[in-house]
């Protein structure tokens, strides 16, 4: 998957998450880059160093900016590396085998500026009707 670049980021105070994460990507033969998550805490540096506005934080918590600002992150180390597309995940995702085809199927298909994943807790989520061996 020598096209697109791949991140992944994770909070340094998970290194089993770092595990699980270097292990499919072994597994797979994928080479990946992680991002340093941002933490809530950082969040609160940010609100009172005036560079988050307060009121964000009556309408999402600490973490889910913290969420936001990790893959901001990442996003921009894929401009600066001048990637055309790039492959994000956070530190709990589940990799199937088939992620090299699809991921390339989807670079030489995409007519968008962005595509995003999202599940919450225990949902599975299926692309299409395709298989892939």
């Known amino acids: 998957m020598t ?32 991002i340093e998550a941002v933490t809530a805490s950082n969040v609160e540096q ?21 969420c936001s600002l990790s893959h901001c992150l990442a996003w921009t180390k894929a401009l600066e590396a001048g990637a055309q597309a790039v492959l994000i995940l956070e530190d709990d995702a589940l990799i199937a085998p088939a992620l090299t085809k699809i991921s390339r199927e989807i670079i030489r298909t995409l007519r968008t500026g962005l595509i995003k994943l999202d599940t919450a807790s225990n949902m599975t989520v ?7 061996d």
């Open 3 to 34: 096209d697109l670049p791949v991140y992944y980021i994770n909070l340094a105070s998970r290194p089993d998450r770092r595990d699980h994460m270097e292990r499919q990507f072994r597994r797979l033969g994928v080479a990946a880059e992680r």
């Open 46 to 66: 940010l609100v009172i160093e005036k560079e988050i506005p307060a009121e964000a934080l009556h309408t999402l918590t600490a973490g889910q900016i913290a």
């Open 126 to 132: 299926r692309l299409g009707s395709r298989t892939y």
